[in-house]
């Protein structure tokens, strides 16, 4: 897929017409900041909407990607130096926001040309019009988004992202979008083929509604210029798969997507998920129900709504825990990544492969975060139960980090059973091809394995700290006082960085890589 093609005499005018248009832009840019004191806020989204646009027209100019790449390494190379150095002001310069306050650093002067670089090698052949598109969504979008809440933002939504984010910037980045992406699939309607071919201008219409609000949850959750990276990669990712995938049908796509805001909504009001996590699983969701269909979506489902309700199930026996573990029943963006990114990934292999192998490993890995979560859940929750390391099968109180019990352990592996029984349910043809039974016992010990495997991580790597405010050992990284004040834990033993979210995905991953390479050596849909 990789298309890097040959360098033409006649891509050179062009190629320095380029360069010089960008170059010129900059100087006016650090011009205007340091002679005539306007923001350098201001500035650098100016330019951020600017290269937006040349990277639209690009395509238009050039016969080959050889100098469009050349000139967008060029670039990354200089925002690179750049990022470090502080040199260009109207490249790079995050320490303030435009009301003073300190900032959230960026490295999204560096990602602009990086996914530049990925969507011409991939996409310049036959898929111009994607790139263009996208290019231009982030580019106009992301930079009127910013102005818009740096200037007359004042609803800030809570719980998001370090990145203050507000409804006003968030509205923008979603009429913008929409008028964009609507006016490229229109302009570019010859060009385009598969599902979205030859489609009603309502279908369209509700389309470009839809990847609106995916570009603007994207946008909305990332900090540190992430979004600069997959607002395109998003935007491009869905509109090459509804072009090339022909077993993904862009109403279904819709529907998915309807469901996946629907329950993004449920959980915010039934307090499953913070915004965050509500805006992640909404992500997810549209991934995994408008792509992957009743196949994928019945066992996310599965898993999701099981571990939600377990986890409100007896609270109040759970309660004396709720300081011990490093966050609470409600999940954030960082437990929907930890549990359900691996099988997120898995769904946009099997997009792009059609692989069903990587069905066995999404399987695999919901079985994993199934048990993990079941085992925690049904350990905490039974009366009166005893505990043990599983590094030493040394007795420890319920709710250690990397304790296991008779109960926990069970729960995980009926946990398991239930992730293949609900695809089982749905009639999934290679699990009926590979044994019903054989399927079960797959995915129960990839789960049932996966969650020793949480434990032992837990047991060795995962942060321990001291609690000085109530004496107890917590995963919390900070307490807080009686007087409101917060105090720092002390670390006992692990690894700082090795918090619960990258354990469970320590644990999803190995549950997906058994699963996975189980499948590969049989050979059977080989």
Not at 221 to 231: A, K, P, R, V
Not at 250 to 259: K, N, T
């Amino acid at each position: 897929m990789l298309n890097l093609q040959a360098p033409l005499s006649q891509d050179l005018p062009a190629f320095f017409m380029t360069l010089s248009l960008v170059l010129s832009v900059i100087v006016l840019g650090e011009l205007l900041i340091r002679r005539f004191s306007v923001s350098a806020f201001v500035v650098r989204k100016i330019i951020h909407l600017g290269m937006g646009m040349v990277a639209f027209f690009v395509p238009a100019y050039f016969q080959s990607n050889f100098y469009p790449l050349l000139a967008g390494l060029l670039f990354l190379l200089l925002n690179g130096v750049n990022v470090f150095s502080g040199k260009f002001r109207s490249l790079h310069s995050e320490t303030l926001e435009p009301d003073g306050s300190k900032g959230v650093n960026s490295y999204g002067s560096m990602l602009f040309p990086l996914v530049f670089l990925l969507l011409v090698l991939f996409l310049w052949d036959a898929h111009k019009w994607i790139l263009q598109t996208a290019m231009l969504v982030m580019g106009v979008g992301d930079s009127l988004a910013a102005l818009a809440g740096s200037s007359s933002g004042r609803r800030h939504i809570e719980h998001l992202t370090e990145s203050p984010k507000t409804i006003e910037g968030s509205a923008v980045m979603f009429v913008v979008s929409f008028v964009l992406l609507l006016a490229c699939l229109s302009f570019f309607s010859t060009d385009i083929s598969g599902s979205l071919a030859s489609r009603p201008f309502w279908v369209i219409v509700l389309f470009a509604l839809f990847l609106a609000l995916v570009a603007t949850a994207v946008e909305a959750l990332l900090s540190y210029g992430l979004d600069n990276l997959f607002i395109p990669v998003s935007i491009a990712y869905v509109l090459f798969v509804l072009e090339v995938n022909h077993t993904v049908d862009l109403v279904h796509f819709l529907v998915g997507g309807l469901l996946a805001l629907l329950l993004a909504v449920f959980s915010i009001k039934v307090k499953f998920l913070n915004s965050s996590g509500a805006v992640a699983t909404f992500l997810l969701g549209t991934t995994i129900f408008g792509i992957g269909g009743v196949t994928w979506t019945v066992p996310l489902l599965t898993f999701y709504l099981l571990s939600s309700v377990l986890s409100k199930l007896g609270k109040k026996r759970k309660a004396k825990f709720d300081l011990v573990f490093e966050k609470g029943s409600q999940r954030d963006a960082g437990q929907v990544y930890a549990n359900g990114g691996i099988a997120w990934i898995l769904m946009i292999v099997f997009s792009l492969t059609g692989d069903p192998a990587v069905f066995f490993a999404y399987m695999g890995t919901l079985a994993a975060v199934q048990a993990d979560t079941w085992a925690t859940e049904i350990g905490t929750m039974w009366p009166n139960p005893k505990a043990w390391l599983v590094t030493s099968f040394k007795a420890v109180p319920v709710g250690t980090s990397g304790g296991v019990s008779v109960p926990g352990t069970s729960g995980a592996f009926i946990g398991s059973l239930f992730i293949c029984a609900s695809a089982l349910l749905v009639n999934v043809e290679w699990l009926h091809a590979f044994g019903v039974v054989q399927s079960m016992l797959l995915i129960g010990v990839a789960g049932l394995v996966a969650s020793l495997v949480d434990s032992f991580f837990g047991a060795t790597l995962q942060a321990q700290y001291f609690d000085p405010v109530r004496e107890k050992v917590t995963e919390r990284t900070h307490s807080v006082a009686a007087d409101g004040t917060l105090v720092e834990n002390s670390l006992l033993k692990g690894v700082p960085f090795v918090n619960n979210d990258l354990v469970n995905t320590l644990c999803a991953i190995s549950g997906s890589a058994l699963a996975y390479t189980v499948i590969e050596h049989l050979g059977i849909f080989n």
